[in-house]
């Protein structure tokens, strides 16, 4: 048998500077492997945070909630139908909790697992990324607290006859649903952002979606608060068409600019 043709120096030393520093293309094995350890890393950080809001729920939480309904809606009775109710909304809230004391780290793990395929100038973005994400969102918190949750519970609640009397677990999943989705929701500029960085869309192109963008809009607050009013949706939607000019402005500013046409004929008239 033949033996094997000898590995030309200059290549047996770049696999050796591969293997040392890592800058090898990772196989799909090692893509999941990664995955999975970023993965087990988020729901780490979602299971001390939820043991924090576990720890922090009854005293400070249940209070903090009911407030806006009680001191819009005046009084407010909330009642247990199961035996269940209790621990069930308890752990629910402390779930919410946690989720939101994680989003840093979440967000993290996941930008973390994206940056092999970024280029040195768009790694730069990352941590500046990683706090405009985390600050929007709680913004986003923010408002659904105190200028969404107030007007749209004493609206529900005050609305048609009769007093009020709401089972407990309905009344908090409404809500932690809307303080989670409008934080998510109120990260419509980053997201817009890191489109236009990476290419996929212009700011000029997402201006002239700007029809589509408001029909959305609604459409996103009649999903994050399933109700039939239109003072809830409104005070949902306004918001999110808001962020999303906001997003054309950062798309504009900080987006990927547009090569000359100059430039871009060369490359046509090579193929």
Known sequence: MAAAPPIPPDLEQRFRQEEITGDRPMTLIEHLLELRRRLVVSAMAVAIGTGVGLAITNR???????????????????????????VTVYFKVALTAGIILAMP?????ALMFVVP??????????????AGIFLFFLT?????????????????IQFGPGKATIQVGRYFGFVTRMLLFIGLAFETPMVMLALSRFGVV?????????????????????????????????????????????????????GRKPRPAAQQAPAAESH
Not at 105 to 109: L, N, Q, V
């Open 60 to 86: 400070y939480l249940f209070p903090l909630l009911e407030h806006p309904a009680r001191e819009k809606a005046g009084q407010l009775d909330l009642i247990r139908l199961d035996v269940l109710d209790g």
């Open 202 to 254: 212009s700011a000029g192109r997402m201006l002239r979606w700007w029809r589509y963008a408001i029909v959305m809009a609604f459409v996103l607050a009649a999903l994050i608060t399933p109700t039939i009013d239109p003072v809830t949706q409104t005070l949902v939607a306004g918001p999110i068409i808001v962020l999303y000019l906001l997003g054309i402005v950062l798309s504009k500013v900080f």
């Open 117 to 130: 395929a970024l280029t040195p100038r768009e790694r730069r973005w990352v941590l500046p990324s990683i």
């Open 105 to 109: 780290i979440i967000i993290y793990e």
């Open 140 to 156: 986003g918190v923010a408002f659904g607290y105190f200028v969404a949750l107030p007007p749209a519970l004493k609206f529900l």
